[in-house]
């Protein structure tokens, strides 16, 4: 398994798409390590106000991206009830018309069997289930009719579930609505508290986080090797998608939030991993020692779990930090956000 030193940036950088307001989000890392504070401490508790609207964005983003998984699965097995239904429905199509060519040749040699009647009223079900009723049908024709009943109950069913499902997704649906207006909401707050800054303010912020984007580019990762296969190659992905802004909500290829990144680099190396950061908490073998962990695992951060990325070597952490950043390595000690406990996959 390769070695990571001084990995090059083989992603192209979208330095381009970061705007005065987006880009005015610095890291919690910046703040620490900044050789140039603002001059106004009224303004570094601006700057501070707006950090803490990003990062309730970021973790509102893992809501909403819990939400919407939820709500692909709905959808999925809504469209799988429905298509099944559909078939039955065809199927019992065929047996009516089945037993419609029976009942039809009975009347023309001058009777209707009382069974075949019952089957052609309103309810022909209340007369099939009293066991007089098959009695007085011909073997063969009651199987016909009892084979049409358990269809027509399983069809009832099946749509029945449907219906419960439409229901459940549309509680998901409302869900997702709430969440994006929650994120947004923290978004528009962090651009109004940007509104107040001077112009030189923002740019000298928006020069901050660039620093830190270029830094991370150089950033030493050491040689250590990946614990497995397809932990390397799912941070070789995630390595190629430096440069890359966060956008949140967003799985890849061209932009992604946190666990956006960690899961499209896990499908890259043929492995399916939850989409959220805290369903990610919880799959492969937990790592309690940050220097423990290994190139290409997981690393969980924040005490709500809502942030993730790949363990880099040398104590670096690639990840896509918030809105505003770009896809980077950053000091795990100086990300501002705590390690909860590492993840190895493969």
Known sequence: MASHRRPKQSGPRSTGVITATAAAAVALSTQAASADPLPDPNKKGVKAQVDRFYEQATQATEKYNGAKEKADALKKQVEALQDTAARRQGELNELRDRIGTVAAGQYRSGGLDPALRLFLSEAPDAYLETASALDRAGDRQAAVLQRFLSQQQALRQQRVEASEKLRDLGSVQKELGTRKTEIQGKLRE???????????????????????????????????????????????????????????????????????????????????????????????????SLGALKPGDLIIMRSDLSHVGFYAGNGQILHAPKPGAQVRYESIARSGMPFMWGVRIG
Do not use: H, M
């Open 190 to 288: 962090a651009r109004r508290l940007l509104d107040t800054l001077s112009a030189k303010e923002r740019a000298r912020i928006a020069e901050a986080e660039d620093r830190a984007d270029r830094a991370g580019a150089r950033a030493d990762l050491g040689n250590e090797a990946s614990a497995s296969e397809r932990a390397a190659a799912a941070f070789a992905a995630a390595r190629s998608r430096v440069g890359l802004p966060y956008v949140w909500g967003a799985s890849g290829p061209a932009s992604f939030d946190c666990s956006g990144l960690t899961s499209w680099a896990f499908r890259q190396a043929g492995v399916t991993i939850p989409r959220t950061s805290q369903a990610q908490a919880g799959v492969g073998t937990r790592i309690d």
